[in-house]
Structure formats: C-alpha cells, structure tokens
Antibody
Framework: QVQLVESGGGVVQPGRSLRLSCAAS????????MHWVRQAPGMGLEWVSV????????DYADSVKGRFTISRDNSKNTLDLQMNSLRGDDTAVYYC????????????WGQGALVTVSS | DIQMTQSPSSLSASVGDRVTITCQAS??????LGWYQQKPGKAPKRLIY???SLQSGLPSRFSGSGSGTEFTLTISSLQPEDFATYYC?????????FGGGTKVEIK
C-alpha cells in the first residue's frame, strides 16, 4: 500500500533552519505531483508548496515564499522541504501529500512531522 | 487567491442524523473540489474528489455535489465514526486553499 513517511521535525530556534524529508513507497513516485501542507496547533489546514512530477515546476504559499524550498529526488523516491529563517508562526505539523496530476486534489498523505519554532 | 468559505464551523448532531456542510468559492472553480475528513492526531483522508466522486472503499452515506462556486458534502446517516472535522479544498488554481473546517460533534 502507499506510504508517505515524513522525518526531520523537531524544535528549532527562530531564525534557524530545518529540513524535512518525505519517503514514498507503494506508488509510482516519478509520476506524482507532491505537496507540503501544514497545520498549526488547533488550526485548519494550509497548503505550503508543490513540486511537479519531474521537479521542473515549484510554487509556494506567500507565507513561505523566499524562505522555504521544495525539492525531490526521483531516484530515491524522496521529497524535501528546506525551511530557512523560521518564525514562530511556522510552528505546525507538516504533511507531505501526493496528487496524481498537478491540478488534482491530494490522494495520499503522510502521518505528519511536528516543527516547533521556539527560543 | 480563491477564498473558500465553509459553513457551519461546527455542528452538533446525533447518530442517524443527516448532516450537510457547504463550501462557497470566491470565484468559479468548475468541479475542482475535494472533501477531507480529519480525526484528532491523524492526517486528513479524502472522501470526495472532483466535487461528487466518492473515494474508493468509502461508504455511500458520504456524497458531494455542486459546481462553480457552491458545493455541499452530505452525510446521509451519521455514524459514530463520522465525528471528526471536515475540510473542503479547491485545486482549481494555485495557491490551493482550504475551507476553514467544520467540526462535527456528538449531540
């Protein structure tokens, strides 16, 4: 079955960096568009970033543009999110999610990784 | 950006009740809408895609309808396992946006 497993979460000070990873299995990773979605404690869902199946196209929410970078390694079936200049309002559970095409909704989700930005 | 207005933000219902949740898009999104269920501490799970298609393996008490700007998720007979928070997601254009969520609680 499809598994998306996030790793790399933790506690980080404001202004520092953190890198999240998502390992995919059970799906044809090289054909799927991949996303990051986050959820602040007690809040709703917020889309963060997308990368096309071949990595050529990326897009970001305004709230993270210029600070976060999404990337993928199709040879390893992994998705990454490099998060720089972290702020308190970046504190959230970060989910990786897949969509069959660039214009589709999310079909599979990981279990989430908690990122806490605090001094 | 497309804004998704979801209502109600919460509701109380009994087992067996019919429940309706709506999402309104700030501009037309065709049928580019999904519905998700999230239980505490868990990842969201897709219920409906393309506004009205039921995700494989899910019970038929869940249904979706709508197109353009007005969308509805209906649970025809609420079951104990359906108490959760529900979100709509528009995937017509980036940035993708979610509705604010509807928490369905036990009456």
């Amino acid at each position: 079955q499809v598994q998306l497993v996030e790793s790399g979460g933790g506690v980080v000070q404001p202004g520092r960096s953190l890198r999240l990873s998502c390992a995919a299995s059970g799906l044809s990773f090289t054909t799927y568009t991949m996303h990051w979605v986050r959820q602040a404690p007690g809040m709703g869902l917020e889309w963060v970033s997308v990368i096309s199946y071949n990595g050529r196209f990326q897009d970001y929410a305004d709230s993270v543009k210029g600070r976060f970078t999404i990337s993928r390694d199709n040879s390893k079936n992994t998705l990454d999110l490099q998060m720089n200049s972290l702020r308190g309002d970046d504190t959230a559970v970060y989910y990786c999610a897949s969509s069959y095409n660039f214009g589709d909704s999310f079909d599979y989700w990981g279990q989430g990784a908690l990122v806490t930005v605090s001094s | 950006d497309i804004q998704m207005t979801q209502s109600p933000s919460s509701l109380s219902a009994s087992v067996g009740d019919r429940v309706t949740i709506t999402c309104q898009a700030s501009q037309g999104i065709r049928n580019d809408l999904g519905w998700y269920q999230q239980k505490p501490g868990k990842a969201p799970k897709r219920l409906i895609y393309a506004a009205s298609s039921l995700q494989s393996g899910l019970p038929s008490r869940f249904s979706g309808s709508g197109s353009g700007t007005e969308f509805t998720l209906t649970i025809s007979s609420l079951q104990p396992e359906d108490f959760a928070t529900y979100y709509c997601l528009q995937h017509n254009s980036y940035p993708l946006t979610f509705g604010g969520g509807t928490k369905v609680e036990i009456k």
